[in-house]
């Protein structure tokens, strides 16, 4: 004797089976779409999307140098001085234009390009300098650290001027570039200077 239950049963199966087969199809669809969609122009990649939509993005409007750039945050300019590194003058009015801060500045602005960057103070940093300046690291889309890459690739200096959480890291960094004669440590002669750190020469 078949229950009333069975019955049922056997009645909604069928409906199950048809609402996964319809939720499957369009699924599907979609994930065609997507793809000819992605591969005609239509739609961003979906890493151009993520880097881009990123919460805490600050649009680059100006770089000053090789650790100084502008931002708009929300709807002001602010100045921002990479926390950590130092790289040679360009423009500072008490110094002559130091060997390789041409070549720093073009890294930065190489390096970051039209990306928007993730800012990040630091504990033992203050929060601004004495120019009002917001000190900070530097973060790309991708998760790579500004501040480091600039030295690791030798367009500039662990900076030893005040305390900060990545010095060790910073100053590791630095021995490798220098070690491996990048950068400035082969074209420009680095000098120790007052804070125990290093100084590019003047521009030839």
């Not at 199966?13 to 996964?20: A, D």
């Not at 992605?38 to 993005?57: I, R």
């Not at 680059?60 to 931002?71: C, L, M, P, Q, S």
Request: proline share 5%; net charge positive.
């Amino acid at each position: 004797m078949v229950s009333s239950i069975d019955i049922l049963a056997n009645q909604t199966k069928p409906k199950r089976r048809h609402r996964r087969k319809k939720q499957t199809v369009i699924s599907l669809l979609i994930a065609i779409v997507a793809t000819l969609g992605y591969q005609a122009g239509w739609f961003d990649s979906p890493q151009k999307a993520l880097q881009e939509n990123q919460p805490g993005l600050y649009l680059v409007t100006r770089f000053d140098d090789g650790d100084t750039i502008e931002v708009n945050m929300n709807g002001s300019q602010e100045k921002i001085r990479f926390i950590g590194v130092d790289t040679p003058e360009t423009h500072d009015p008490r110094k002559a234009v130091q060997c390789f801060g041409q070549a720093a500045a073009a890294f930065t602005k190489q390096l970051i390009g039209n990306q928007a960057v993730r800012l990040e103070s630091d504990p033992l940093s203050s929060n601004r300098d004495r120019y009002n300046r917001l000190l900070r690291y530097v973060y790309l889309p991708t998760g790579k650290l500004a501040n480091l890459e600039i030295i690791a690739q030798g367009y500039g200096f662990a900076y030893t001027g005040f305390p900060f959480t990545k010095s060790d890291e910073f100053t590791t960094a630095q021995t490798a570039a220098r070690e491996g004669q990048r950068g400035l440590w082969k074209d420009c002669q680095p000098a120790k200077n007052q804070y125990g750190g290093f100084t590019s020469n003047d521009a030839p």
